[in-house]
Nanobody
Framework: QVRLVESGGGLVQAGGSLRLSCAAS????????MGWFRQAPGKEREFVAA????????NYADSVKGRFTISRDNAKNTVLLQMNSLKPEETAVYYC?????????????????WGQGTQVTVSS
């Protein structure tokens, strides 16, 4: 069983930065790829970024490439998402996911466990 807890969300002005953190419990954290997804009100959950179990491979949605960076520290059971140059349309609840496959998947079907989410609000 893997439990995921996100933190780091908040209110930021357009163009600003935030760093999200996902703390995972369980000894098998390093076996799994980890991902970040987001969901805005009235919209479907969408892929943001993912990282493979080893950290050697990353995957990004086209809309965030060059602005967001995902990383992981397997010794600390933590995944980070550094978000720069944020836009108002990126206001959403951001979710951490993991616990099914080792690759950096971009589908919700690639993940078994989900955190409760952290709110990110970008003001214009």
């Amino acid at each position: 069983q893997v439990r995921l807890v996100e933190s780091g969300g908040g209110l930021v002005q357009a163009g600003g930065s935030l760093r999200l953190s996902c703390a995972a419990s369980g000894r098998t954290f390093s076996y799994y790829g980890m991902g970040w997804f987001r969901q805005a009100p009235g919209k479907e959950r969408e892929f943001v970024a993912a990282i493979s179990a080893s950290g050697g491979s990353t995957n990004y949605a086209d809309s965030v490439k060059g602005r967001f960076t995902i990383s992981r520290d397997n010794a600390k059971n933590t995944v980070l998402l550094q978000m720069n140059s944020l836009k108002p349309e990126e206001t959403a609840v951001y979710y951490c996911a993991g616990g099914l496959r080792s690759r950096a998947g971009d589908s919700t079907n690639d993940y078994l466990h989900w955190g409760q989410g952290t709110q990110v609000t970008v003001s214009s």
